[in-house]
């Protein structure tokens, strides 16, 4: 059975074409600085948002059109992975991501739970043995349910910081089944309400005691995925503990986890978080901890997670250009956690608006190859520090200077030049790769 047989797999027909089912920029086998777009982008669907995601928003009632719906769950969750599978073919993409609870109904029992994941993860490896498409990561929803409504691994009940360890258990029992590369964890809820009653402290003790666990579960059963942290500064948790990646990463680098951990870093968390996303992408770039991306955009007048599909190139191109300097995102990739708009509820919207999103990541990466090997920000950049090239600034970064030896050196200035930046001129040549 077909759910989308008014769509065939989705080919590269290049700009001229008329054809909304084609991909204008995206060329999956095009070679781009040395590799493949399909090497570089390593694209993703996220589940939740393609299969289980209705069209509801806090004023309105599901608008979505789906046939996959059973007389039972699990009649749904079984035709959801058919219809996800024949998405993931058709458009080419060759990973995937999911959460727990995504794909399969939690029932009435956490024993129920893991039945419901055991029957449905077999589905899926039937699937991705026959295909070859391969699991990005997975992770455990751990804030949705009202057992978590102050949090998981942040929570003051121990009974609930059980449960949420053996989600995270039977999590990495499926990824280890199903190949995954990377495994993510999400706080969507370790974060509090009021410090009125609030050991901040304890609560990040105890999410870094979890983590160390599920490291120590990895390499009991000879699984070690990259382990990802997802930053998010708010919504739904007023004081989220993961605001951002440098936040973040100072509770990687307190708790010792540099060398399991990594970020998986998404745009329109970068948007609440007050920041951009290339911002967030530099953080953890230079502090070797870039480990896979979201892509999806924000909408700024908004203040909640809009999860539009990425169509803003300006932005992608400066990602990409981040990831190109990264070396590369191996063993993350770009998932598409986004979500169709709520007008758009027509299955086929499914496929224009992942085409949308990989034909913008195309153009963001063909710029930013451009720009590097232009060495656009690099000859800005080695103008911009130039004094620190020679004279007493190559010897302030060689440290051979002191506070003593500067201020005498200073005492004999007469006058200090600084140069104009000429940014507006900048950002008009920088527009010019986006054309």
């Known amino acids: 059975m077909s759910y989308f047989p008014n769509v065939a797999k989705i ?3 290049g700009t001229k074409t008329k054809n909304p089912f084609a991909f204008r920029h995206y060329n999956p ?8 777009m399909k090497e570089h982008l390593r694209f993703a669907v996220a589940y939740w948002h393609t299969m289980t995601q209705d069209g509801s928003d806090p004023f309105g009632n599901p608008t979505n059109q789906r046939t996959w719906f059973g007389a039972t769950e699990m009649e749904t969750a079984r035709n959801r992975v058919e219809a996800f599978f024949e998405i993931l073919e058709k458009l080419g993409a060759e990973y995937f991501c999911f959460h727990d609870v995504d794909i399969a109904p939690e029932g009435d029992s956490l024993e129920e739970f893991y039945q419901n994941l055991d029957e449905i993860t077999d589905l899926i490896k039937e699937h991705m043995d026959r295909t070859g498409i391969k699991l990005l990561w997975n992770t455990a929803n751990m804030f949705s349910h009202p057992r978590y409504v102050n949090g998981a691994a942040s929570t003051n009940n121990a009974d609930v910081f059980a449960y949420a360890a053996a989600q995270v258990k039977k999590g990495l029992d499926i990824s280890k089944k199903l190949g995954g590369e990377n495994y993510v964890f999400w706080g969507g809820r370790e974060g509090y309400e009021t410090l009125l009653n609030t050991d901040m ?3 990040q003790d105890n999410i870094a005691r979890l983590f160390k666990m599920a490291i ?3 390499e009991k059963i000879g699984h070690k995925p990259q382990f990802l942290l997802e930053p998010k500064p708010k ?3 007023k004081h989220q503990y993961d605001f951002d990646a440098a ?5 990687i680098q307190k708790y010792g986890l540099e060398g399991d951990f990594k970020l998986n870093l998404e745009a329109n968390h970068a948007t609440l978080a007050g920041h951009t996303f290339e911002h967030e992408i530099e953080v953890a770039r230079i502090n070797h901890a870039l480990g896979s991306l979201d892509a999806n955009q924000g909408d700024v007048l908004l203040g909640w997670d809009t999860d539009e599909f990425p169509t803003n190139v300006y932005d992608v191109t400066l990602a990409m250009y981040g990831v190109l300097e990264n070396g590369g995102i191996a063993p993350g990739g770009i998932n598409f956690d986004s979500k169709v708009r709520r007008s758009s509820f027509e299955m086929e919207d499914l496929f224009l608006a992942h085409i949308a999103g990989m034909d913008t990541f195309a153009r963001g990466l063909k710029a930013a190859a451009k720009l590097k090997e232009d060495r656009f920000f690099d000859d800005l950049k080695e103008k911009r520090y130039a004094s ?4 007493i600034g190559e010897k302030i970064i060689s440290d051979q200077e002191d506070l003593e030896s500067l201020t005498e050196y200073a005492l004999g200035l007469k006058d200090i030049k600084v140069e ?3 940014i507006e001129y900048v950002k008009s040549c920088l527009n010019d790769y986006l054309v």
């Open 420 to 422: 104009s930046s000429h």
């Open 29 to 36: 086998e095009e070679v781009v600085a040395g590799k493949t």
């Open 11 to 13: 080919q590269y027909e």
């Open 235 to 237: 919504e739904p948790s």
């Open 247 to 251: 936040t973040t990463l100072q509770f």
């Open 216 to 218: 120590a579960y990895g």
């Open 201 to 203: 402290g304890f609560e």
């Open 388 to 391: 620190f090239h020679e004279g």
